[in-house]
């Protein structure tokens, strides 16, 4: 808003003529009345009752009027625009059969273009026989060059899957508590397996007892979420997107060939997903595909095996044509001291994978950074306390690397030194979370919590805990969590947005 100087007054004086109200006199006019409705008569001054309006000729040339139902907003009559009358003279125009209740009487001032250059408004209660006078005012100016700064509203939210339904959840910045918004139930045979949020809303599930991947999109308004496009896909599990959010990939166990790799474009407006020309892309030797990791460069992607072949578990690496989202396999099977392979994260300088299974130990292996070829990193890193972790989170500013804890549900914090080595652990590590089967860990978007899913005890009852990251990198789970989210909870991913 840009102030002009406030003694330079419009003057707007409406008299609404109900029945017993006369005509006649400085601030009415004539009109008839009608059952449950009234004539109404406005008059634009500009100068007879404040002669300093003489001094603003040429700020306003007209008047845009409206009026509206307060209850509904819907307009009850047409809107009218008034040329600005001479200084000194007034202009009269008359309302014909307006309806008595509650009303918002607004006036847009208008320039010679016909821009806005002030507004006004008065809300009303018309009742039969009590005239009403109001005055609206030309007081300030928004002119077209410094149009208002927008409101803008920051949320973030989690999307989490159990067996059988998809919840969202708000994450509350200050505190760390999850709020839920929504909730929908696929049924029995549904297992929703991975949930990947693309940075405008778009959610991409795939859906292993359905055969399908969906769409949906995230309403920041509400948190809900609303389904867009489905695609038949045989039994899918583990999905990821790329850091650009142009391609989704997911992982196809069962084929009449090997396991293989679905690659999508996105569009990048609506998010719809199509599905490439060369996808699937067969993986030779492999069982049962099930989880994938894309290296934030989006030049690399690594997917690990289920069943392994061998006495070892597996992952396979692959390289992303950066056009058409093509893959090209690096090598084959690589082998790791886990008898399988379930998740991966990065060093701090991205130029490390590491790589946890069914067992308490972490393998690392250096990228090589122009073929992607890797090197397992010798000797071994130390052990975790669980006998079986799963996902990880790097914090790459204060070199620590956080891991869960399936067996005894928990989270593990270790140092990393210059070269991202795994050493010691932090001070109250292991942290516990209360309920085993913890698999599944996130940062939020704001960075200052991690977020873990666990599957639960032998009950089912699956649930969210919220760990907040304190200065020194422990961690303290908040006092609201854990957080009920159904029977095994499995995947979830976070998103903030902003609208």
């Known amino acids: 808003m840009k102030h002009i100087n406030p003694g330079l007054l419009v003057i707007l004086l409406l008299c609404f003529l109900l029945p017993g109200c006369e ?9 008839s009345s009608r059952a449950g409705s009234a004539d109404l008569t406005l008059r634009v001054d500009f100068g007879s009752l404040n002669q300093v309006l003489a001094q603003t000729d040429g700020v306003v040339s ?61 809300v009303v209660n018309l009742v039969a026989g009590s005239p009403v006078t109001i005055f609206l005012s030309f007081l300030e100016a928004v002119t077209p060059d410094e149009p208002d700064t927008p409101v803008t509203t920051t949320r973030e939210f989690v999307v989490a899957a159990n067996v059988e339904q998809l919840l969202v959840f708000e994450l509350v910045p200050d505190t760390g508590a999850l709020t839920q918004q929504f909730v929908q139930d696929f049924g029995d045979n549904s297992l929703p397996f991975s949930v990947d949020i693309r940075s405008d809303g778009f959610v ?3 859906f292993t007892f359905l055969s399908q991947i969906q769409q949906f999109q995230l309403n920041p308004s509400n948190g809900s979420l609303t389904p867009l496009t489905a695609l038949a896909r045989p039994l899918p599990e583990g999905g990821a997107l790329s ?20 690659v999508y474009s996105l569009d990048p407006t609506t998010g719809t997903p199509t599905e490439i020309p060369n996808s699937p892309f067969i993986i030779p030797g492999a069982n049962q595909p099930q989880r994938i990791f894309v290296h934030p460069n989006g030049r690399f992607l690594y997917v690990a095996e289920r069943i392994s072949p061998l006495t070892s578990g597996v992952f396979y690496a692959f390289e992303i044509d950066g056009t058409t989202g093509d893959l090209t396999q690096i090598g084959g099977a690589v082998t790791i001291t886990s008898p399988r392979a379930f998740a991966f994260a990065l060093s701090p300088d991205q130029s490390t994978l590491y790589v946890s299974g069914n067992s308490s130990i972490i393998d690392g292996f250096t990228i ?58 932090l001070s109250g ?43 020194d990198s422990t961690l303290t789970l908040v006092p609201s969590s854990p957080v009920p989210a159904g029977a095994g909870t499995f995947d979830l991913d976070v998103v903030q947005l902003t609208f």
Do not use: W
């Open 62 to 122: 007209s008047i845009r009027i409206e009026i509206r139902s307060a209850a509904t907003g819907q307009p009850v009559t047409e809107t009218r625009v008034l040329s600005r009358p001479a200084t000194g003279t007034v202009a009269a125009t008359t309302f014909i059969n307006i309806p008595l209740g509650q009303l918002v009487v607004s006036a847009d001032f208008l320039n010679a273009a016909g821009e806005v250059l002030g507004r006004d408004s008065e």
């Open 243 to 262: 850091p650009d959010g142009r391609f989704f990939f997911h992982c196809q166990p069962l084929l009449t060939d090997p396991g293989a790799v679905r």
């Open 23 to 31: 005509s006649g006199g400085s601030s009415t006019a004539g009109s």
């Open 368 to 425: 090589d950074p122009t073929d992607g070829t890797l090197t397992l990193v010798s000797p071994p890193y130390p052990a975790a306390v669980d006998p079986q972790l799963g996902e990880m989170v790097v914090d790459p500013v204060a070199d620590i690397l956080y891991v869960c804890g399936t067996t005894q549900g928990q989270i593990e914090a270790f140092n990393l030194d210059g070269t991202g080595r795994p050493t010691t652990q």
């Open 204 to 206: 991409y599930v795939t």
């Open 429 to 471: 590590s292991p942290y516990s979370l209360g309920s085993n089967g913890t698999l599944t860990l996130k940062r939020s978007p704001s960075g200052g919590y991690l977020i873990a899913t666990s599957t639960g005890d032998g009950a089912g009852e699956g649930n969210i805990s919220v760990l907040r990251i304190e200065p």
